[in-house]
């Protein structure tokens, strides 16, 4: 049977570890979509043979082969998502910065997860910035994508607390579960009844390191 929802299209660029627990998420009826494509800028993303296991599926286009002309590559991407009949987008760890054409044709329908509380720590290395800034408590941010890298309308967060001699790959470690969960629970509201999610962002705490 088919699931219920809108069509979802899931971009990664390794492993895929959110985009599993969002596929998890679908199969045990906690998100109402249908899971229409796993893209990946990397035909070598360990993700894709997951996603293809699981009889969703798969397609890759290497960016390597634009290089220089990223609004080439980004309307390829299109292309896929329109092959596929995508409605919705989350960005699963997707390292592309994506042109702002493809992000306003997508804007309030793409959704992404970055590894910090947001506004804080956009970008790259967010583990190890947020142990250099003496942070006591980081964690991870689903939000809406728009123009701005890590700039969207925040949608969800889930709250770790650092611990005395924390590294940058233990505190990772600890907030990549809280990914797994928030990413979920933040698309099946937003699917649900967009507007709410967006007046009452969700809110997730670890209490435990």
């Not at 299209?9 to 596929?23: P, V």
Request: hydrophobic share 50%.
């Amino acid at each position: 049977m088919t699931p219920p929802g809108p069509r979802l299209g899931i971009l990664i660029s390794g492993r895929g570890s959110n985009m599993l627990a969002l596929l998890d998420a679908i199969a045990g009826g906690g998100v109402p979509a249908t899971p229409a494509v796993v893209f990946s800028n990397d035909p070598a993303a360990p993700g894709l043979a997951l996603a293809s296991r699981r009889d969703v599926p798969v397609a890759a286009i290497d960016h390597r082969a634009y290089r220089g002309d990223r609004s080439a590559y980004d309307a390829a991407v299109a292309r896929v998502l329109a092959v596929h009949d995508v409605d919705l987008v989350a960005c699963a760890g997707y390292m592309r910065i994506m042109t702002d054409a493809f992000v306003e044709a997508w804007r309030g329908r793409m959704l992404n997860i970055h590894p910090s509380l947001l506004p804080l720590f956009k970008g790259l290395k967010t583990h190890a910035r947020a142990l250099e800034a003496g942070v006591a408590v980081h964690g991870c941010t689903v939000h809406e994508v728009v123009p701005e890298v890590d700039g969207g309308r925040i949608l969800g967060q889930a709250a770790v607390p650092v611990i005395a001699g924390d590294t940058a790959e233990g505190l990772a470690a600890r907030v990549l579960r809280q990914e797994h969960r928030l990413y979920a629970a933040a698309l099946a509201a937003f699917v649900a009844d967009a507007a709410a999610a967006r007046r009452h962002p969700i809110a997730l705490l670890d209490p435990t390191p």
